[in-house]
């Protein structure tokens, strides 16, 4: 079938043949070709529309005559054609109308009045608001997509809402037409011109099987035919001030090492301080008491040494040693121009980054050449090559700062002395343990923080190759045919060398040591990890455009096209022991033994090899089609519809043909004769219905098996089914309806459009009980995974323009809001118990109609006055009973709300006044829960975390009158009870806030012979929270965890010479 | 022109191969997918389901056994309720007969949907698993009909509902019950298509054979009372082997007398653990009553408990779990009914005895004869009953001898002082169908 529709398109040139007699191009102010402008030869009444370059062929003409050219968005303009040769038409703007902009689907570049979907187009201006070196960043604040900055979630980011329960949720991300395979750092965004995000059906539908999410389509810089050539030089420097640590409230150490010395008196240390087999980790605090109390220290002594304990603040060395200012530098060059039938870019990035964490930095170095050739003026080849080459160090250790299994350290915990030198803190075992062991013959076992950050040797580096090429012909007036290939691949590289002077080293050489044998059963030398990753991807397209116009009163276009794709992901992992890296010697150990661990510190058990192998390959064979019809430039009408076949669809869904596909409808109503509205001089209404896919990767329509050893009575090795077959297997399926209003008023100055949309995804990957008449069983259970969950989503987008100039100072300001709230609709197998909803709102439990992130929370009634215990609601009367209180049902719990934003945005403002400019962003986020962390007494007794709630519990009673942190109970029997009160909604707080996002002071000073243009910024970022509805002074974003962006300065300059 | 439309064919066609092996791609090279016949093999190794998940439905209401009223309070609702032929059976589990069942259905099906594409292997390996797979299916509707389909009758209308016949393991397909007739005739094909492609014996005996084919053939044909057929299939079993243990061989006073896989096993399969039918059960007093003295199996099969009742020990799997799969025996019992009701007396009476001797002390037993085919047919089914016990063919056996006035049976339980009551007619001799796949399907529920 595919290839059918395939040899048809590539047969379609050996029919065009015909007369040429006059060739014209026609342009715009800027010199920029005008696609599908109708030419109309007025004597002789026909017509043709330009070629996407702007170029027209009338046939069997004759001189003297005079074309009338159109397009939309322009002035119309009549030309008299006296001489032959190669006419060039200007066409002026007209001025109500909207944005001059040409967005790009991927398949096709199109006016946005040919359009009835709803498109964001961000343009180089807004794109280079942020000088971040990444381009998602980048787009944050000036776009309508949200960015997830809550600690678990850092880094996701959706297009209207999330369109999926457990499926791939991310974006597609388009570049230079064909889908980004590779990771989204190795994109240079000085490299971008244009982004263009296809919201609606009609937008992205074209995209079928991935656009359910919204697709993001990045066009990047190129070259323009006649033109002058031009070199543009970019270099930016951004610093960004320490994190604050002090952000993430903390127990300070004085009342820690007080709380220890209540422990230690009450015995609970003894368990670990008798261990003399594992020797857990003790901290300082708990070696002095016991050493006081074996007498080994007097009792002055002891109170020396914690009181010189309580005097240390962790925090103070980890910012004064392992943080510092960020500093980041970015260097872009691009040389472009054109002559009449070539043009060229050559564009080179260079980017150094050292970041926040001492030890951390990164660099990347970007290479692209873009240049199209048109040797006849229906032939034009292009060919685009893009290099990428970064790199990654990464040293930082303050992550690994944990003591024992308790995730934590204690607060008191000195890294650096007053010399300079590194400090030993405690990690694994007790130090009367490490103090001895081994009598010299093992390796140090201190662990010193400061120490690791200098012998850390981790190392990535990240290639990216990109070959773009596209050929287009015009095979007559109306025809024209466009074939592409790309290649892209990139090639990822980690080493991470532990020599022997790192505590990962020496512990696990030590840890293998046989006193008995005295052999190192891991050999003294250093280890290597190292892994590759590599991803390959292929892309072929063939694609026949139709483009017709009557009178200039109709125009239709139409664009039929196929699609193929291959991508082939490897990856692997190994370690190498005992590895010299000067001699590049290595040892072999013994991987399947059971080894003895050192003096019986755990089980024996094989020396680690973290060797793994992965191979995934994915296919996909697509057929697409667009068509729009433009009617007396009032009526627009657009069909869309693609089909996805791929290796992870089952037979089913490939085999039947059911596309995906949307409609449009556009209506400018201001053109009618009707439209007396003449504060509103332009007015469209948009209406819109179709279907996006979205796939999951994890799924399979095959059958898959799973060996076992070991079948009852024959004692066989066998097989169970592990994947249920699914022929019918499919991708998610959304649909949207999308209706909007675009409207321009008051000459112009205000501008706006305001779009509501209805998202519907059925047959969402879920589990889901099935007849048990099928025999399928997933885990055990009669349950099956498939397409079976749905959720509905409805939101409203409101952006406005304004321009409130004000004599020569001019003001623009632009509001952009978004509203989304997305329900599950179904979803049929549910564990009600509490304590799957009861999670922060960080990961989605599927409830039917609650929101897919939500907050739910235990009632609270108070603590008890007489003991301080927390109390909860158990059948409708006040309760202590934790263990039944945290098994209820989720029907039992109070429904605070969405766990993300439901209204959220950004208000820019700038001021121009002749050649300065400021501009300033501010961002909200309203409607939304999040949950507070509080004090855990497990937590803190058995994990050292230690929050400074604890200074607020309940004493004595009257106490519950001002606090709702419950009483410390020692022994702490029951972690029920700790659960029950940090999962209480005493504890969720309002997320609501608006923070000022940037500030930018820029500078264009006039041109001059050296340069054309110049352009000084200072951008100040990240200012922080200007309003919270929260009173605990908690960044909503960091509420657990984490800490807020800490305030950035950029000073960029840009010239174009 | 020719040679463009020439040109367009080649291109096309090359295309459609292309575009099938793309798409057939494995997405991620760590799925094991089931390439070779010893991927199916493996599948079909998996004992666990396939040769010890068969349901105990076929035997918690027969009459061979009874439970006391404190053990009966003691059990879940499927075995108690069972027990008493209350119509809310299968409710409580989701793991139950029906369920189970089709799990084994599935499976097999997989197996058989795998075989549709290119699997390595010899083609003696591939048809061996292809055999054993559609024997696998066939136990499993021939046990699913047995418990949740009437029985069947040279009577029964055309459009009494039979089992819903998967046939492939596509869980997209609708569920619908096909009609009876439809159901056993699966069964029947399944096994013939069985017997052809597996070999005459198998070396591990939890795969099936030919053998055990032709011995499932003869047991669905008898419970289609269909005797002429099955004494054929009985027959064709046993020219491929008719050994007999002798009882006299065996330690009759051991604690599990007969051993898993003895040479007297065709097929090995157990039903599923219920302390009901594994633990509990006593022995039918009359039943126990009907050995005789010299009949080895008196000892063998039962263990004398000290109130004085008697427990069953006698199971081909030599441990508690109730052995349901097929010996050499019930073949000759098959082929001596079959003679007996198709008027071959001396043919009869000649395997019955052949059968007898071997079960009794030596020397003691002497040739049974009958004067008329009713006779024989009478002595015939009494030594069946005394043979298959607990075998999970008892309740077959009894749907099937209700069939006529002559060889019916009323049976009866007393449970907490109260009498049940099952009557041959019973609409209960069909268990009703779990309510969960009554919602899911809509297909129709038993009386």
Same mark, same amino acid.
């Given at each position: 079938?595919?290839?059918? *529709? ?9 029919f065009s ?6 060739h ?12 599908a ?42 030309v008299?054609n006296?001489?032959?040769?190669l ?25 946005r ?15 280079n608001?942020?000088?971040?070196t ?29 369109s ?12 230079d ?6 990771d ?5 965004? &000085? ?42 030089v ?24 007080g ?7 009450n ?5 670990? @301080? ?7 980790a003790? =901290? ?7 050493a ?57 990035g ?14 990347r ?8 050739f ?36 204690y607060?008191? $915990? ?11 803190? /405690? ?28 012998n ?15 050929i ?5 007036r ?26 990962? =080293? ?5 840890l ?5 044998t ?9 280890i ?9 991807a ?25 699609e193929?794709? #291959?991508?082939?992901?490897? #990856? ?11 001699? %590049? ?17 755990a089980? $024996? ?52 043909w059911?596309?995906l ?43 898959? @098996?799973?060996?076992? =050893? ?15 077959? &699914? ?23 205000l ?6 949309f ?14 048990p ?28 323009? !304004? ?8 003001w ?15 979803y ?11 999670n ?8 039917q109609?609650?929101? %897919? ?12 006055p ?8 158990l059948?409708?009367?006040v309760s ?9 049902t ?19 403002n ?21 949950m507070?962390?509080s ?9 050292? &975390?230690?929050?400074p ?42 997320g ?12 264009? +000073? ?19 929270i ?10 909503p ?7 807020p ?5 950029s000073?960029?300059?840009? #010239?174009?010479? | ?10 291109i ?19 799925? /094991? ?10 599948l ?39 027990? @008493?032929w ?16 089709y799990?084994?259905?599935y ?21 061996? /698993?292809?055999?054993? $797979? ?7 509707f ?32 609708? =569920?619908?019950r096909?009609?009876?007739e439809?159901?056993?005739?699966? /069964?029947?094909n399944d ?22 084919a032709?011995?499932?053939l ?10 002429n057929?099955?004494?054929?299939? +009985? ?8 050994f007999?243990?002798?009882?006299? !061989? ?20 157990v039903? *599923?653990t ?10 039918? !007093? ?11 199996r ?32 019930e ?9 007996a009701?198709?008027?071959?007396? &001396?043919?009869?009476?000649?395997d ?52 006529a006035?002559a ?18 007619q019973?609409?209960r001799?069909?268990?009703r169908?779990?309510?969960?796949v ?10």
């Amino acid at each position: 079938m595919y290839l059918k *529709i395939l040899s048809f398109l590539v047969l379609i040139p050996l029919f065009s043949c015909s007369q040429i007699t006059i060739h014209g191009k026609v342009i715009n102010e800027e010199g920029l070709p005008v696609e599908a402008a109708t030419v109309l030869l007025k004597n002789k009444n026909t017509t043709v529309l330009t070629a996407p370059d702007g170029s027209f062929v009338l046939n069997n003409t004759t001189l003297y005559d005079t074309l009338v050219v159109s397009a939309i968005g322009y002035l119309s303009q009549q030309v008299p054609n006296n001489e032959r040769g190669l006419l060039t038409i200007i066409l002026k703007r007209k001025t109500t109308q909207l944005a001059d902009i040409t967005i790009s689907t991927g398949y096709q570049r199109l006016p946005r009045e040919r359009s009835t979907g709803s498109f964001e187009f961000i343009n180089t201006e807004q794109l280079n608001r942020s000088m971040s070196t990444s381009l998602l960043s980048r787009l944050e604040g000036v776009s309508n997509i949200y960015f997830d900055r809550r600690s678990a979630a850092n880094g996701a980011f959706t297009i209207r809402g999330r369109s999926t329960l457990f499926g791939n949720a991310a974006p597609l991300i388009v570049v230079d037409n064909i889908p980004f395979e590779a990771d989204l750092s190795t994109i240079n965004p &000085n490299d971008i011109e244009s982004v263009t995000i296809l919201k609606d059906a009609a937008a992205s539908s074209i995209w079928g099987a991935r656009a359910a999410n919204g697709v993001i389509v990045v066009t990047t810089k190129k070259g323009r035919y006649s033109a002058q050539p031009s070199l543009q030089v970019s270099i930016n420097t951004t610093i960004t001030k320490k994190p604050d640590l002090y952000y993430n409230p903390a127990l300070p150490s004085a009342d820690y090492i007080g709380l220890e010395q209540t422990l230690f008196s009450n015995g609970f240390y003894d368990p670990q @301080i008798s261990n003399t087999t594992t020797w857990p980790a003790l =901290t300082p605090a708990v070696e002095i008491l016991t050493a006081e109390r074996q007498g080994k220290i007097s009792a002055a002594l002891a109170a020396q040494q914690l009181s010189s304990l309580k005097l240390v603040n962790i925090r103070n060395d980890l910012s004064k040693y392992f943080y510092r200012p960020a500093f980041t530098q970015q260097y872009a060059l691009a040389y472009s121009g054109g002559s009449a039938n070539l043009t060229y870019l050559f564009s080179a990035g260079y980017d150094q980054s050292t970041a926040s964490q001492v030890g951390n930095k990164n660099n990347r170095f970007t290479l692209r050449s873009q240049t199209s050739f048109r040797p006849f003026n229906w032939l034009e080849y292009s060919l685009g090559l893009s290099l990428t080459s970064s790199r990654y160090w990464n040293a930082n250790t303050a992550s690994n700062l944990v003591t024992g299994y308790a995730g934590n350290i204690y607060p008191y $915990a000195q890294l650096v002395g007053a010399n300079g030198q590194a400090l030993p803190v /405690v990690k694994d075992y007790r130090w009367p343990f490490i103090d001895t062991a081994g009598n010299g013959k093992l390796l140090s076992w201190y662990y010193k923080p400061y120490d690791e950050l200098n012998n850390a040797h981790d190392q990535t580096t990240l290639s990216e190759k990109r070959i773009n090429s596209s050929i287009d012909i015009r095979i007559n007036r109306f025809f024209s045919l466009n074939l592409l290939y790309q290649l892209q691949q990139q090639q990822s590289v980690r080493s991470n060398l532990f020599n022997t002077s790192t505590y990962y =080293t020496r512990n696990l050489i030590n840890l293998y040591y046989n006193p008995a044998t005295a052999v190192f059963n891991i050999p003294l030398g250093s280890i290597l990890d190292q892994s590759s990753s590599s991803i390959n991807a292929h892309t072929g397209r063939t694609q026949l455009n139709y483009a017709q116009s009557w009178h200039s009163a109709q125009q239709l276009n139409i664009i039929a096209g196929a699609e193929v794709r #291959s991508t082939t992901s490897a #990856s692997n992992t190994f370690r190498t022991y005992g590895y010299n890296e000067n001699t %590049l010697t290595y040892y072999n150990v013994n991987f399947i033994d059971n080894l003895p661990i050192y003096s019986g510190l755990a089980p $024996a058990r094989p020396i680690p090899n973290p060797l793994s192998f992965a191979n995934e390959t994915l296919h996909f064979l697509s057929l697409y089609t667009n068509a729009s019809y433009l009617f007396r430039k009032k009526y627009t009408l657009t069909l869309s519809a693609r089909k996805d076949a791929s290796n992870i669809f089952g037979v089913g869904t490939n085999q039947k043909w059911v596309p995906l596909w949307s409609s449009g409808l556009a209506w400018n109503i201001s053109k009618e004769k009707f439209w007396h509205l003449n504060n509103i001089p332009f007015a469209r209404l948009r209406l819109t219905w179709g279907y996006n896919g979205n796939i999951d990767n994890s799924m399979a329509a095959v059958t898959t @098996i799973r060996y076992a =050893t070991k079948a009852l009575f024959t004692s066989l090795p066998y097989a169970t089914v592990q994947n249920t077959p &699914n022929p019918e297997l499919r991708w998610e399926k959304t649909a949207v309806l999308n209706m909007a209003l675009d409207f321009a008023m008051v000459n112009d100055r205000l501008k706006g459009s305001l779009e509501y949309f209805i998202k519907k995804g059925t047959g969402l990957i879920g589990l889901s009980p099935v007849d048990p008449t099928t025999g399928v069983q997933t885990n055990g259970t009669f349950s099956f995974k498939g397409n079976v969950a749905s959720m509905k989503s409805n939101g409203l987008e409101l952006s406005l323009t !304004s321009i409130n100039t004000i004599g020569s100072l001019q003001w623009l300001t632009t509001f952009n809001g978004s509203y989304v709230a997305s329900k599950v609709t179904e979803y049929k197998l549910v564990n009600l118990n509490a304590s799957a909803f009861l999670n922060l709102g960080l990961a989605i439990s599927p409830l039917q109609g609650k929101y %897919l992130y939500s907050i739910y929370s235990q009632h609270w009634a108070g603590l008890d006055p007489l003991t301080g215990d927390p109390q909860g609601y158990l059948n409708g009367t006040v309760s202590k009973d934790y263990t039944s209180l945290v098994n209820l049902t989720v029907n039992d719990l109070k429904y605070n709300g969405s766990a993300i934003p439901l209204v959220f945005g950004s208000l820019i403002n700038t001021w121009s006044w002749h050649s300065w400019s400021l501009s300033c962003n501010i961002m909200y986020k309203l409607g939304y829960y999040f949950m507070r962390p509080s004090v855990s007494y497990n937590e803190l007794f058995n994990n050292m &975390n230690a929050h400074p709630d604890y200074l607020l519990r309940w004493q004595q009673p009257g106490d519950e009158k001002f606090t709702n942190v419950p009483s410390m109970l020692y022994p702490n029997t029951n972690t029920n009870r700790d659960y029950f009160y940090n999962t209480s909604s005493v504890l969720v707080e309002k997320g609501d806030h608006i923070r000022l996002q940037d500030l930018i002071l820029s500078f264009a +000073a006039p041109g001059n012979k050296t340069f054309s243009k110049m352009q000084f910024s200072f951008n100040v970022s990240n200012l922080g929270i200007i309003w919270r509805a929260n009173k605990k002074g908690i960044d909503p974003d960091y509420f657990n965890g984490g800490y807020p962006l800490p305030c950035s300065f950029s000073l960029g300059i840009k #010239s174009t010479f | 022109m020719h040679k463009i439309k020439f040109l367009t064919l080649i291109i096309l066609l090359l295309a459609i191969s292309a575009c099938k092996k793309f798409l057939d791609t494995k997405p991620s090279a760590s799925l /094991v997918v089931p390439q070779t016949s010893s991927d199916l093999q493996a599948l079909l190794d998996n004992s666990t389901l396939l040769n010890a998940s068969w349901p105990y439905a076929t035997e918690i209401g027969s009459d061979d056994y009874y439970v006391t009223t404190t053990e009966w309070e003691t059990r879940p609702a499927a075995e108690k309720n069972g027990y @008493i032929w209350e119509a809310d059976v299968f409710n409580e589990n989701e793991r139950n007969a029906w369920s189970l069942t089709y799990n084994i259905v599935y499976t097999a099906n997989i197996v058989a949907d795998a075989l549709n594409s290119k699997i390595e292997g010899s083609q003696s390996e591939i048809n061996n /698993v292809k055999g054993q $797979a559609l024997f696998f299916r066939a136990f499993a509707f021939n046990q699913l009909l047995q418990v949740f389909a009437v029985p069947y009758n040279e009577q029964s209308p055309a459009t009494a509902p039979g089992i819903p016949l998967r046939l492939d393991a596509d869980l997209n397909k609708k =569920t619908t019950r096909a009609s009876l007739e439809n159901s056993y005739q699966q /069964v029947i094909n399944d096994c013939k298509l069985a017997a052809s492609l597996l070999p005459d014996t198998q070396a591990i005996k939890t795969r099936p054979s030919k053998q055990a084919a032709f011995a499932l053939l003869a047991r669905t044909y008898l419970q289609m009372s269909k005797y002429n057929e099955a004494m054929q299939y +009985a027959d064709s079993a046993l020219r491929i082997n008719a050994f007999l243990l002798d009882y006299n !061989s065996i330690n009759t006073s051991a604690t599990r007398p007969l051993a898993q896989f003895n040479r007297e096993v065709i097929f090995h399969a157990v039903m *599923i653990t219920s302390n009901t039918l594994n633990i509990n059960a006593k022995t039918d !007093s009359v039943l126990y009553a009907s050995y005789n003295i010299n009949d080895k199996r008196k000892q063998a099969f039962f263990k004398l408990n000290t109130n004085g009742t008697q427990t069953f020990k006698g199971s081909y799997d030599g441990s508690a779990r109730l052995f349901n799969g097929f010996t050499i025996a019930e073949l000759y019992l098959i082929r001596a009914e079959c003679r007996a009701r198709l008027n071959q007396v &001396n043919e009869a009476m000649n395997d019955l005895n052949t059968f007898l001797v071997k079960r009794w002390k030596t020397g003691t037993f002497t040739d049974r004869s009958a004067a008329s085919s009713a006779e024989a047919l009478a002595l015939i089914l009494a030594e069946r009953r005394k043979e298959l016990v607990l075998r999970g063919i008892r309740w077959s056996d009894l749907r099937r001898l209700n069939l006529a006035t002559a060889t019916e049976t009323t049976i009866k339980r007393v449970v907490n002082n109260t009498t049940f009551t099952l009557t041959p007619q019973s609409p209960r001799y069909t268990f009703r169908i779990p309510q969960l796949v009554i919602q899911m399907t809509g297909i129709q529920q038993n009386d």
